[in-house]
Structure formats: structure tokens, C-alpha cells
């Protein structure tokens, strides 16, 4: 089978080699994946780069969420079956860009046959973290104002899917006018180009000068330093990620005065702390999928071969929605 290795640090298309290697067996707890579709995310880029929180040790496969069938299950997994469609996270380091992987039957969870591949494989970590932020970290309620920045991304287009699920007004950032168009098309009220407009003048005209009551941000850096200036009072403002390569200090004092939170959002360790609360996401998510209230915004599903180009891509804020490699009978 093929799969994309890591053997020493740097930028995806420089460091990423497509090797023949032999199928992979499942050992105590695991299952082994038929990938059909594995979706890329940000912290892909980070790994190859070595910038990533957690390092896994070298060679290593990026792709850290996956869509496909069972194809052999290790000693004492009883929760899932052989044929199984489902959706998961693949072995850390063994990941999901191949054309088989192992997850943790733990990790992994039932896919209807009404979703496809590409929509499975995207359906994951974007929407976990895009639900649990806004509903269990947020406490997000419905006529809020929510304000996504970098919303026409992976986890930005989720969360103003989510957001509008959810009843709030859903405002949102994006960096040129086709990913604010995209922003729109998703279902955002108000969408800024921030690289030419400021959003906290265009939030504060939008709500009376009161500000947003959630801020969503992925981006971190200056876009977090500014949108302090425009959470409302007992506003919470969501630290996702740090995609603008900038990790900002949070001044306490600011906090105090406007009565507003700064809320750390770290999806992955639900895993470990609260595995069922992952289950139940899925289950909802599942549930808002049907009644038609999200749907991934898959904007390429590619062949395998072209992960490193497609991985360039997003590293250099070229796309919008998930990009998803698909492999066997979903690429044909
Ligand atoms: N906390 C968690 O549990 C959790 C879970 C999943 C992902 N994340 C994090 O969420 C972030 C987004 O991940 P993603 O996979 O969904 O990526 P993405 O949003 O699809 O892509 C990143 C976006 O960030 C924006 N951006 C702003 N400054 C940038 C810069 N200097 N370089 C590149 N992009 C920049 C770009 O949008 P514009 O061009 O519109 O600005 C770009 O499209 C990552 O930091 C990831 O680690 C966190």
C-alpha cells in the first residue's frame, strides 16, 4: 500500500516522500482502515515542519482524520465490525494520508451510508471543535452574535455552519473578497475582507456598539489583539489556533474591565478526559447533517499523489472549505 512519510522536518513538498510499504496489522484495541478519504488540516503542515505541540518521532505519516471501511480488527474490539463504514482519527504518526491506516476502535464511529467520503472525512475535527467550543466551552445561545474569523477555513466554515445551527447572528472575517463571498454563501450576515477593512468598526456598527458575544478565532496574533476591542460585555472570546504564526498575550487587566472571558479550546484532549462527550458530538453532528443544517464545505477532493501540493496550498492561504484526498473505488 502507499503512504505519504516524514523523514526529516520541513515544508510538506520538500519533505514529503510516497513510499510502498508493506499493510498494516491492527494490534490490541485497533482497527485497520480502507481509506477512502482523508481530510487535511492545518497542523499537517505543522508536523512536517516540526512546529506542531506534539512531535511524533521520525518517519512519520501525516493526516490526522480519515473516512473508510474496516478491513481487520485486533484482539478484543467488540464496538465495531468488519465493513464497517466509518470516520476517525488514525494511529498518531501512522496517519491517514495511505491507502490503509489503524485508529483506535475508540476513535473511530459510524458513518450512514447518506455521507459520502469526502463529506465523512470532513465532517470530524472541524465540526468536534467548531460544536464543543461554541456550545460546551461558549456556552453559546441562540440570538448571540458570533463572530468567525478566518471563516471561509476548515474550522471557520464549521463554525458558522454551526453557529447559524445553533440560532445566533453569525458574522465573519476573511482575508480577500472570493473567501468573504464564501463566507457569505455559508450563511454569515456580515463577512470583512480583514486584510483591507477593519472588522471591529464593522462588528460594533453591526451591533449598536455592543460587540460580539462569542468570537471564534483560529487565527490568533494581531487579529486576537483586535478582537478585544470589539467583544461584547460577558463576551467569550474562543482561542482555536495560531494560524497567523503569532501566539498573543492576554492583558488581565482588559479582561477584568469589560467583564469578557478568554476561553482555551483543545478539542483533541476530550479524547482522553471526556471520550463520551466526543461520541455524543458525533451522534449530533450526524443528526444536524441530516436535517440539512450542515454540510462540509469539500472545496477539492484530490488523488492521494497530490497531498504536498495541496498541503502548499493551504499553508499559503490558497484555499477555502477542506481539501480531502480521496483513494480505491471514492477517486475513481
Ligand atoms: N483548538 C483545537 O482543538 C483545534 C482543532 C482543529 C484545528 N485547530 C487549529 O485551527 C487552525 C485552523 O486550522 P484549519 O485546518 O481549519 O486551517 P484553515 O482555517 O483551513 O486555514 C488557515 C486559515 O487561516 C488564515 N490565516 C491567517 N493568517 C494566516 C497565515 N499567516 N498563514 C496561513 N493562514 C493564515 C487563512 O484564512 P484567511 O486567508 O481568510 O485569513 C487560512 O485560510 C489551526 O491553527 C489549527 O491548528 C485547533
Known sequence: MRTWRVHELGEPVDVLTLEDVPSPSPGPG????DVAAAALNFPDILMCRGEYQVK??????????VAGTVTAIGE???TVGMGERVLGIPKFGDGGLADETLAAAATVYPVPATLDWPAAAALHITYQTGYLA????AALRSGETLLVHAG????????????????????????????????RDLGAELAVDYRRDDFVAAVKDATDGAGADVIYDPV????????RKCVAFEGRILIIGFTGGRIAD?????????????????WGLYNLMEPQLIRETHDELIRL????????????????????????????????????????????
Open 250 to 266: 492576554a492583558p488581565t487587566n482588559h479582561a477584568l474591565v469589560k467583564n469578557y472571558s478568554v476561553v482555551g479550546v483543545h
Open 76 to 78: 478484543g474490539v467488540d
Open 220 to 227: 490568533g496574533g494581531d487579529v486576537f489583539d483586535r478582537s
Open 56 to 65: 511524533p518521532p521520525l518517519p512519520f505519516t501525516p493526516g490526522s482524520e
Open 30 to 33: 485497533e482497527v485497520r482502515l
Open 134 to 137: 461554541l456550545h460546551r466551552r
Open 152 to 183: 471561509a477555513g476548515g474550522v471557520g466554515s464549521a463554525a458558522i455552519q454551526l453557529g447559524r445551527a445553533a440560532g445566533a447572528r453569525v458574522f465573519a472575517t476573511a482575508g480577500g473578497p472570493e473567501k468573504v463571498q464564501v463566507c
Open 289 to 332: 447533517h441530516a436535517a440539512g443544517e450542515i454540510s462540509p464545505l469539500v472545496s477539492e477532493a484530490l488523488p492521494l499523489e497530490e497531498a504536498p501540493a495541496a498541503l502548499a496550498r493551504l499553508a499559503s492561504r490558497a484555499t477555502h472549505g477542506k481539501i480531502v484526498c480521496v483513494t480505491g473505488s471514492a477517486a475513481a
